[in-house]
């Protein structure tokens, strides 16, 4: 038996992980890591019609891009050997890790569903039926047509004898037949079913493979799972596993049932409400530590009066308890996330986001080819540390610097509270005083444009206004005298030389 904590994430290979089930997948690292347990992925694909190539290796990249490690899992060299046309990953396929037996793929483990099966049968759990699907779409139709509840039962079975070597499924026999099911569960508190509501679930389908329920409980007390974390909508199937716990004979895990994410609106988070893909935010500029942030605290919350909303992932495993998610539904606010990833930007080593902005603004077409640029860059980087929300927001911001900028109108030249012959001088002065200046830095160049402005008898505000203007073509930019020491003497003299000459037509 497991005494250590240990959760798993168990996807069906279907597609993209939607953010929801990435917020659920997070909240049981976080519980096995909380508890210095392990934390792995199973693959559930037992309903192969519902197969999305591709799909694990999504999962898996986005796992990666998080930096959440699945323990004994493909790690990101694993993941980067593999072929364009492999499913797996070989950690999957192969053996056990850290304990924990595998496969980790339910198509590989077949032989123990079929096992488990015929001891449910043998032990009077179970039972084999062969109705085909239209007899089962009479006897539902009957069964409706009464008003009551439609749950399969042995006595409703059209052949009591069903040869084993003919095709026929396995169904669980849901005893006693009155009667309600208990689950303790830590998000919903101790939810009672009646049994009677309990249908007669297939276990083994006529193909041979399990279904989900069987499937499920057999991995996570095979694989000594002591955490089932997942959706609430899997809350109506949880009265199944519990029964077969029981059946079995075996230690129940603890259960938390996760309300879903919502919308603003209060619907279910869905496309309407933006983006919802993990690689849609990270292609977005979205910092993985503060996308983790914010996913953990979509329902969970450290405790009464503690009110802090920023974690590091070091923090947020030592914080994380699974008693405290919380069991309203949790809202997705993408407004909240901008907050949050500036916050994790503001926090980054200047190195360190230098590294992760370069690929958003090649992108947006600043070419970073040369060492004079990269160290122009790197000395651009301070200066929107503290304005960006998500690295997409950097190019915006900067790309006057690296790029030439259109002509800018005549108008955008004369401050309202100066007339263009005056702001011509000023323009003209402030020429002169930045081709004078001995250091070409920041504090220096407010110290001399400052003194320039008080020498004119203008005001500061307008007349910086005028050469923003002139040097970036923006009216909004990071702190004026750091853009300008960024972008050199050269371009700032020929800017504004050509803001002079377009002034003086
Ligand atoms: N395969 C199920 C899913 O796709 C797993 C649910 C569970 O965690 O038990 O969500």
Redesign the pocket.
Known sequence: MTTSVRTRF???PTGDMHIG?VRTAIFSWLTAKHHDGLFFMRI?DTDQDRHVAGSCRRILETFDWLGIQLDGGPDHASLQAMKSEEDYPGALNDGSYRGIPGPFIQSQRLPHYREWAEWLVANGYAYRANETPEELERLRADVISRKEVWSFREEMRLRADVDPSQPHVIRMRVTPRDGTTHLRDLVKGDVAFENANIDDTVLIKADGYPT?HLA?VVDDHLQGVTH?I??DD?LSSAPKHVLLYKYFGWEMPKFAHVPNVLGEDGRKLSKRHGATSVFEFRDQGYLPEAVINFLAMLGWAPGEGDEQNVFTISELIEKFSEDHIGSSPAVFSYTKLDWLNGVHIRRMPVAELARLLTPFVQAAGIALDSPELKAQFMAAVPLIQERIKTLKDAAGLIDFMFTDIPPVPAASLVDKKMDQATSLNALRETREVLAQLADFDPTQMEHAMRALAERLNVKAGPLFTIVRNAVTGKSVTPPLFGTISVMGREITLQRLDRAIDALSR
Do not use: D, L, M
């Open positions: 168990a996807p069906s089930g559930e989900y499920n089932v997942r959706g899997w």
